[in-house]
């Protein structure tokens, strides 16, 4: 039997109904004949306004617990809403939140940004198995987390991606759909240009690195839970079914869930271009990389600070990129010189838990720090870290970073 998870964010849920079309959406699917399982956020904008009415009425004062408490009511209230709402289409259905022991989702006693606790999650989530092999419909509160001693917790704002994800993954559900309230992943945010453009698709970890930049439509550490196997999807709520098309989300590559550390076999060369007003004109960075994209060089990566630009490629392309860029230093009067420099080794550290884990960073570059090797350049995205060391140091460099992860 299909076992879906549907969230619905608060605008889907915005009012009365807007309640009883999601309600009818969910029911729609469980006539169809499949397991459902309701996440939902508060309604609109409760947690908004329930923060503000905190800050305004005793500002700082508050402790965490009060806080997590209080904003936790928005999830609290629309859960019951929204059960009743498919109790009375006929249907049976049950909402779950934090003081009940079905609960299924367990956190640390970080009481406003909770991380969560996978194993004990992945264990207390079954009980919600039990609820739909009776044929009832769970309704969970998003965003909401219980920590070791009974306490209300939250997983940040935007939490209810999480849950959704969360509870998608330990139940093994064929899909998670995410109802909000525009019609997909767009080219864009919709509500800031116009001319946005509806995504069809949309890989895990493009979505992850436009969430982490701040496309508010999905957060960015629910994809953690995002398995290959699960279908997912952003739908638009005015649909009012949950077999809509909106953005399918695909992925991530089998080998992106596992923690690696590679070594790239071959070197790489650096080529550095200083000029003093680098950052101050338009039109360098392109004269550059265009150039080398001209000749076919691929760029493997690249930084800019105050006064020098430094580009990384294959050492096999690193005396014709010498060249080349060396052309566009003697025609542009904003750049005076340029350096081929040694060969480097690239190490390539990823993992899907960095994306929530603090710390990583020092704690991959301590073991270089303490052996005295030095790091030539370090760049990080929200699952990765890269880190370039000299060509001699890269073997060693390799076994100490590989030995912190494992
Ligand atoms: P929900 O309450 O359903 O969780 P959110 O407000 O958290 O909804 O997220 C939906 C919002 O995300 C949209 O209203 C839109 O303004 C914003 N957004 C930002 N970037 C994008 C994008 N690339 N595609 C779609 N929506 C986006
Ligand atoms: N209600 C919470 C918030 O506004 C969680 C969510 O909407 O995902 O942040
Ligand atoms: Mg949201």
């Given at each position: 039997m299909e076992l879906i998870v549907a969230k619905f964010g608060g605008t889907s849920i915005g009012n009365g109904r807007r309640i009883k079309k999601a309600a009818r959406s969910v029911v729609k699917e469980y006539m169809k004949g499949k397991k459902v399982v309701v996440v939902v956020s508060a309604i609109n904008k409760t947690t908004d306004e329930l923060l503000q009415i905190v800050d305004e009425a005793m500002e700082d004062a508050v402790t965490e617990k009060q806080l997590a408490e209080i904003v936790s009511m928005g999830e609290m209230t629309s859960v019951r809403i929204f059960s009743s709402a498919i109790e009375a289409l006929g249907v049976k259905s049950e909402y779950i939140d934090?003081?009940?022991?079905?609960?299924?989702i367990i956190t640390d006693s970080?009481?406003?940004?909770a991380k969560v606790d996978f194993e004990a999650t992945e264990k207390k989530s079954k009980e919600l198995l039990k609820l739909l092999d009776q044929g009832i419909i769970p309704v969970v509160c998003g965003f909401l987390g219980r920590d070791p001693n009974g306490y209300i917790t939250t997983l940040g704002r935007g939490g209810s991606d999480i849950t959704a994800f969360l509870l998608g993954h330990c139940l093994k559900a064929d899909e998670v759909i995410i109802v909000t309230?525009?019609?997909?992943?767009?080219?864009?945010?919709p509500n800031k240009l116009q001319g946005a453009k509806k995504l069809d698709k949309i890989s895990v970890e493009e979505m992850r690195d436009l969430a982490t930049h701040g496309?508010?439509?999905?957060?960015?550490?629910?994809?953690?839970?995002?398995?290959?196997?699960i279908n997912a999807k952003i739908i638009g709520f005015?649909?009012?079914?949950?077999s809509a098309p909106g953005t399918e989300i695909i992925g991530?590559?089998?080998?992106?869930?596992v923690k690696t550390t590679t070594l790239n076999p071959e070197p790489i060369s650096v080529v550095a271009v200083v000029g003093e007003k680098i950052l101050n004109k338009p039109g360098i960075l392109a004269k550059l990389t265009s150039k080398l994209a001209e000749n076919s060089i691929n760029i493997i990566g690249i930084s800019t600070g105050q006064n020098s630009v430094t580009i990384f490629v294959d050492k096999k392309d690193a005396d014709e990129a010498h060249r080349l860029l060396h052309d566009v230093v003697i025609a542009d009067d904003n750049l005076s010189s340029l350096s081929l420099g040694r060969d480097i080794a690239m190490i390539t550290i990823s993992s899907p838990?960095?994306?929530?884990?603090?710390g990583i960073i020092s704690e991959i570059t301590k073991p270089l720090r303490d052996n005295d090797l030095n790091i030539v350049e370090i760049s990080s995205s929200q699952t990765s870290v890269v880190i370039f060391v000299d060509w001699n140091d890269g073997k060693k460099a390799y076994e100490l970073v590989r030995g912190v992860l494992e």
């Open positions: 934090p003081f009940m022991d079905e609960w299924p970080n009481l406003l940004n309230d525009v019609g997909g992943v767009m080219s864009t945010d496309a508010q439509v999905l957060h960015p550490h629910a994809l953690k839970y995002k398995d290959p196997d005015e649909h009012g079914d949950l991530p590559s089998k080998n992106k869930m838990d960095f994306i929530d884990t603090p």
